[in-house]
Every structure is written in structure tokens, then in C-alpha cells.
């Protein structure tokens, strides 16, 4: 038997029996987060809110201040932060939506009697000129909504509300959980190690500091990134004076994490509301204007800076980790994606670097590292 037949065959054979063990595992593990999903969502939260705020408490311990000490400190500045931003925010963004409540009306009736002659002329179509003709339209043609789906409007509605009532329940117990979190985070650390066979323990452990740098880099930097890109649309839209500044800004800022996304979304919404306001004219150019502007401070400063050049995540394999989490998982996916993402990235690096040393691959004699 040819020897370098007979080592291809072994080594094709180990990477088969161990693929088959890591699909049964993930699939295991996926069918169990997906059945404790809900349960398992604040957990989650509270994880990802103890992993970046654990730096900061060690170096509040680097300086002899007590970890227990140092954990409500930051907790507590953290809830001031968020509630006085609510304060602040919800009032100007209640007010915005109330003030497009009103005007979104005399909007729409200048675009449909700016489209109207146009639509009528290509395509031959009558277009009502204004939503109270449209309106008066559609309720004298006798259309009626059927039974059924004011009944699945209602049992929608009542999903609603009770999913509320679940989310508010883990808003509370969320912050109790990131505090134990934050207290036992390094002894957690230490306790999943102990796990590993002692063979294996340094290369997983170099492995999860690989991991820890991408991740880090990545939520951490990213977030900073994209609260600074929301406060930057909120302001320029609303020195424009673009309608819902405050909520494009917000909007732009949750997407932020996810690249490319939070922009185009800003970039969207302001532009249909410039639309909207003021049709085609200067306003328009400042709107795409300000947005080139902010993405190229995005690129040239700010994501170099805080982000670093050296995160190496792609945004392709994070926009494709984000939509297969939350299609799987729901929140509790988008939650997890970017962790998921950066996990197999490495192991996909060390499989094709394991392969291109295989005798497979190099065709020489010897057997496989």
C-alpha cells in the first residue's frame, strides 16, 4: 500500500470523525439555546455588560479599590448615564414624532400632488391629489376588513404586551445579574479553564485571548463609534432642519454596531424626510452632504482610532453572523453573533493553517503535523 495514500487517508479520515463530532455538538448547543432562548437572553446581557465593563474594575483594583466598591460605582454611573440620557431624550424625541404627527399629512399631499400629473401621464393611472380624497376613495369602494384579521391583529397585539412584560422583567433582573457577574467574572474565567484537559489547556487558552482581542476590539470600539455617529447625524440633521433628527440620530446609533447599516439607515430616512419637507433643492445636498462628510471622519478618524486597524473581524462575516443569530435566536443571537463570529474565525484560520502543513495538501512523504 502506498504510504502517502494511506497517510492521506488517515488524515482525511481524523478531520471527518472530528467535523462529525463538532456538528452533532453545535447542533446540540443551538437546539438547546434556541429552547431557553427567552430564559437565556438577560443572562446573556448581563455577560456581555460584565465583559466590558471587567477591564475598568481591574484597573479600579490595580489602584487597591475594593471590587464589590468599584462594580456599584460603575453600575451606578452607568444607570445615571442611561437615565439622564432618557430624560433628556425622550421629551425631544416624544415632541418630534408629535410635530411629524401633524405636519406628515401636508407632506404627503404636496408629493402626491407633485407625482400625481407625472404617474398620470406615463402610465395613464387617476392618482388621488391629496390622502383625504385617497381616503374618501378607499371607504366608497366598499372594501370591508375581513373578520379574521382584525382577530389576528388582536391576538397580535396581546403577544405584544405579554412579550413587554417579559422583556421589562429581565430589564430588572438584568442589572442583579451583571453585578454577580462582575464579582465572580475572574473566578468564572478560571473555573471554565479548569474544564479543559490539561493537554489542551494552553492552546485554548491562547486561543480565547486571540478571541478576547478581536471581540473586545470589535463591541467595544464599535460602540463608542456608533454612539459618536448618532450624536454627529442628530446634530447636522437638526442644524438642517430635517424633521425626527433626534430619532434618526437614535436610530443610526442602535444600528451602529452593525457596519454599514446604521449609516445607510440614516442616510435613508433623512433623505425621504428632506423629500418630504422640502423636494428637491439645497436641503437635499446639504443632508448628502453631511452624511459623506461624517463617513469619511468614520473612515479616516474614527473607526482607525477607536476601533484600531487591526480588529480583525470582518464587517461581511459580522453582518452575516448577525442575520443568522437572529434568525435563529432572536435577540438573544444578534446578542451572541459577534462573539460566535470571532470564535470561528479563529478556528477556521487554524483549520486551513492545520491543513496547509497536511501532507494532503503538500504531497510530501512523512505523516501529518
Known amino acids: ?67 464589590p466598591v468599584a462594580i456599584l460605582f460603575l453600575v451606578a454611573l452607568s444607570g445615571a448615564i442611561a437615565l439622564g440620557t432618557a430624560f433628556f431624550l425622550v421629551p425631544k424625541l416624544v415632541q418630534e414624532i408629535g410635530n411629524l404627527a401633524e405636519r406628515l399629512p401636508g407632506y404627503l399631499d404636496g408629493a402626491l400632488a407633485a407625482i400625481s400629473p407625472r ?58 445579574i451583571a453585578y454577580y457577574a462582575l464579582v465572580e467574572f475572574d473566578n468564572i474565567k478560571a473555573w471554565f479553564l479548569k474544564l479543559v484537559p ?21 463591541i467595544r470600539g464599535q460602540l463608542i463609534v456608533a454612539v459618536l455617529l448618532g450624536i454627529l447625524y442628530a446634530i447636522g440633521f437638526s442644524l438642517i432642519g430635517i424633521d425626527m433628527a433626534i430619532g434618526i440620530g437614535m436610530v443610526a446609533g442602535m ?44 473612515g479616516l478618524v474614527l473607526t482607525p482610532r477607536i476601533v484600531g486597524r487591526s480588529v480583525g473581524i470582518h464587517p461581511v462575516a459580522v453582518i452575516v453572523g448577525l442575520l443568522i443569530g437572529g434568525d435563529l435566536l432572536g435577540f438573544l443571537g444578534l446578542i451572541v453573533a459577534v462573539p460566535v463570529t470571532a470564535i470561528v474565525q479563529v478556528f477556521v484560520k487554524e483549520l486551513l493553517e492545520t491543513y496547509r502543513r497536511s501532507a494532503l495538501y503538500s504531497g510530501a512523504t512523512g505523516p501529518p503535523s
Not at 489547556?201 to 471581540?215: D, G, H, P, Y
Not at 454596531?257 to 428632506?274: D, E, K, M, T
Not at 445636498?285 to 469619511?296: H, P
Open 119 to 176: 404617474l398620470e401621464s406615463w402610465f395613464g393611472i387617476t392618482i388621488p391629489s391629496s390622502i383625504r380624497e385617497g381616503l374618501e376613495t378607499f371607504q366608497s369602494s366598499g372594501v370591508s376588513v375581513p373578520l379574521e384579521s382584525l382577530r389576528l391583529l388582536i391576538e397580535r397585539t396581546v403577544q405584544s404586551v405579554t412579550g413587554t412584560l417579559g422583556s421589562l422583567i429581565g430589564l430588572l433582573v438584568t442589572p442583579v
Open 255 to 298: 444600528l451602529g454596531i452593525i457596519p454599514y447599516v446604521g449609516s445607510a439607515v440614516a442616510l435613508g430616512l433623512a433623505a425621504g424626510l428632506c423629500l418630504l419637507q422640502y423636494g428637491v433643492d439645497l436641503h437635499l445636498l446639504f443632508v448628502v452632504g453631511w452624511y459623506a462628510l461624517i463617513q469619511t471622519l468614520e
Open 198 to 218: 490539561v493537554q489542551y489547556r494552553q492552546a485554548v487558552e491562547t486561543k480565547v485571548s486571540i478571541i478576547n482581542v478581536l471581540v473586545a476590539g470589535f
Open 1 to 67: 500500500m502506498n504510504t502517502d495514500g494511506r497517510l492521506d487517508r488517515d488524515f482525511i479520515a481524523k478531520s471527518m470523525r472530528r467535523g462529525i463530532i463538532l456538528a452533532v455538538a453545535t447542533a446540540l448547543a443551538l437546539a438547546l439555546l434556541w429552547l431557553l432562548k427567552s430564559a437565556l437572553t438577560p443572562l446573556a446581557v448581563a455577560f456581555v455588560f460584565a465583559y466590558l465593563l471587567d477591564p475598568l474594575i481591574d484597573r479600579f483594583e490595580a489602584r487597591r479599590i475594593p471590587r
